[in-house]
């Protein structure tokens, strides 16, 4: 409860378009860095590039995206004990590689999609992190 109206309160401030330097140090006090946001910015300054490379986020995204396309072999295989008629037009229409290529492509495209989203989401944190450091530098200077 605290916290909220601490946060209300900044936002009162930003809304009103007061400067940082006008506020109570109780609201500043949060604009350092602290442990866990430094160890993050030492990790992806050493693993940002390596995260980046599409081969990278699809040896490391396949589980994901396994994850969202076997059920789809698993919903056609047994479709012949539940829906009869749904096992006569996959077994007219599509061959079982057809199939495989479809799961395949649907694996290998959310892997990368999912892995080049979690990508940018911590390029995103770094930026604004890295920000908030150059600004408590320029603090610490003047």
């Excluded at 940082?20 to 430094?38: F, G, Q, T």
């Excluded at 008629?85 to 077994?91: E, K, L, P, T």
């Excluded at 604004?128 to 003047?142: D, N, P």
Aim: glycine residues 4%; aromatic residues 16%; hydrophobic residues 45%.
């Amino acid at each position: 409860m605290l916290v909220c109206k601490y946060f209300a309160r900044y936002l009162s401030y930003f809304c009103q378009g007061i400067a940082i330097d006008h506020m109570p140090l109780y609201l500043k006090l949060n604009d350092m860095l602290n442990d866990r946001e430094k160890k993050f910015m030492e990790y992806w300054e050493a693993s940002r590039q390596r995260e980046g490379q599409w081969q990278y986020q699809l040896l490391t995204g396949i589980p994901i995206g396994l994850l969202f396309s076997l059920p789809v072999i698993l919903i056609v295989f047994t479709a012949k004990y539940w829906y009869v008629r749904a096992d006569m037009q996959s077994n007219a229409i599509a061959s079982p590689t057809i199939l495989i290529i479809a799961v395949i492509l649907i694996a290998v495209f959310i892997a990368i999609f999912y892995k080049r989203y979690q990508w940018d989401q911590k390029e995103q944190y770094y930026l604004q992190l890295k920000a908030r450091e150059e600004a408590e530098k320029k603090a610490g200077e003047v």
